[in-house]
């Protein structure tokens, strides 16, 4: 069965921090792009991070550059999500999310596999 699983979400303080993990099963996750989608209640998903195999192509939502990282672990097969300095506006629940190419993906949100989501929020 091919899919990926989120796990690593939760509360969290205003200015805390929380790592995302992304484990795929049933493919190699170093085949595909990956990204991070958010989506907050009453609005649409939006991409928070997504990077190409080779990491030369990478897209960011400006409001967490500098305190959102991608990372990948290939022994592991599986992709991070690390947040630092977290925002209440940070608050919503997180996908990832695996594609063939980088256009579909990190422009169009269309991914060969989705993650069923986990909730991240941040709160005092």
């Known amino acids: 069965q091919l899919h990926v699983v989120e796990s690593g979400g939760g509360l969290v303080q205003p200015g805390g921090s929380l790592r995302l993990s992304c484990a795929a099963s049933g493919f190699t996750l170093d085949d595909y792009t990956i990204g991070w989608f958010r989506q907050a209640p009453g609005k649409e998903r939006e991409g928070v991070l997504c990077i190409s195999r080779s990491g030369g192509n990478a897209n960011y939502l400006n409001s967490v550059k500098g305190r959102f990282t991608i990372s990948r672990d290939n022994a592991k097969n599986t992709m991070y999500l690390q947040m630092n300095s977290l925002k209440p506006e940070d608050t919503a629940i997180y996908y990832c999310?695996?594609?063939?190419?980088?256009?579909?993906?990190?422009?169009?949100?269309?991914?060969?596999?989705w993650g069923q989501g986990t909730q991240v929020t941040v709160s005092s």
């Open positions: 999310a695996a594609g063939r190419q980088v256009f579909r993906l990190c422009v169009l949100k269309e991914a060969d596999y």
